[in-house]
Each structure stands twice: as C-alpha cells, then as structure tokens.
C-alpha cells in the first residue's frame, strides 16, 4: 500500500480515536491551537516564517552543493508540485489535523493530566504519539518527526497557536520534494 494512502489510514483510524477518547473519558477536544488572538496568530506566523525561510534557504544550499557531485539530482527540475505523487494535493489539510492532533488535542490533554506542572512532558509525550504517525516511513524519518514536532510543541508553548508549527510542518514535509532534493 502506498505511503499516501497508510498515512491517510492512520489519520482516519485517528479521528476515530479521539472521537472514541472524547466520549468515554477525561480527555477534551477544545479548539486550542485553532482559535487564538489575531495578535498571537500575528506573531507566531512571522517567527515561523522566518524559520521557514532559513529551512528553504538550507534547502536550497544542500541543493546546489549536491547536484554538482550526483548526476540525477543536477537533472530534476528546480521546482515541482508533485501533487500525483502520495496525494500531496492534501499535504495542507493533513498538516494542520496533524499539527491540531498533535498540539490542540495529544500536548493540551497530557498538560491538563500533569497538571500544567511540567509541559515539557507533554511535549514529549505528544512527539512520541507523533512519531508512531509516520510508522510507515524509515526510522530516520521517524525520528525527524519527532524532533519537528517536540520543537513545534516548544513553538506552541510560547505562542498557543498550531499556525505557525503548521507552516513549519508544511515546509519541511512539503519542499524537499518540491526543490528536488527526494
């Protein structure tokens, strides 16, 4: 089964589940992350698209260095949708129900359990939930993941917006393939 289609399963299977956990126990599902002051939304969008802007410009270096010594990359093209290839033409809802699921819902739920005593448990805990989302990619992958959202979820923290790590999430989820660097 394609990749596409295993990560759409597991979003699906999911939903199911904080339906599931909503109903029959303590967990909330509250719209924290999703609905947050225009001046918060503001910021954290700025900040993060300044980091997106060194990510791409990473990108792009990597890029330019590697195509010198590997023959195929110096072929593809600068820049591609690539929307037939694992429905990336979904790749921006997917990432904000990732980023609400992982933040609004896994980081709001385990700081409530914890009692707000140490939400760096929570991050953690909601970045190893984000981890077994991406089960059907390399363990490197995997582990980025990981890294991306415990940083993301340091990101949600200060700014109670999912806005921003969305953008995050989009631009390094999205753009490699889209510059020619997979």
Same mark, same amino acid.
């Given at each position: ?9 597991? /979003? %699906? ?36 698209? %300044? ?20 023959? /195929? ?25 990732? /980023? ?56 949600? /923290? ?25």
């Amino acid at each position: 089964v394609p990749k596409g289609y295993t990560s759409r399963m597991v /979003e %699906l299977i999911g939903a199911l589940l904080i339906f599931v956990f909503v109903k029959f126990t303590p967990l909330r599902l509250r719209p924290t992350g999703l609905v947050a002051p225009a001046e918060k939304v503001k910021k954290t969008i700025i900040r993060c698209g %300044l980091i997106c802007l060194g990510i791409l410009t990473i990108m792009v270096l990597t890029r330019i260095v590697l195509q010198r010594t590997n023959g /195929e990359m110096a072929n593809r093209p600068w820049f591609g949708l690539y929307l037939n290839v694992s429905m990336r033409w979904l790749y921006p809802v997917t990432v904000v129900v990732q /980023e609400f699921f992982a933040k609004g819902f896994i980081q709001e739920n385990m700081k409530r359990f914890l009692r707000r005593q140490n939400p760096f448990l929570a991050i953690v805990a909601s970045s190893m939930l984000f981890v077994t989302l991406h089960l059907g990619y390399p363990l490197y992958y995997m582990i980025c993941a990981g890294i991306l959202c415990f940083v993301t979820g340091y990101i949600y /923290e200060k700014d109670r917006s999912i806005w921003g790590c969305a953008m995050i999430h989009f631009c390094i989820g999205f753009l490699p393939r889209a510059i020619g660097l997979k």
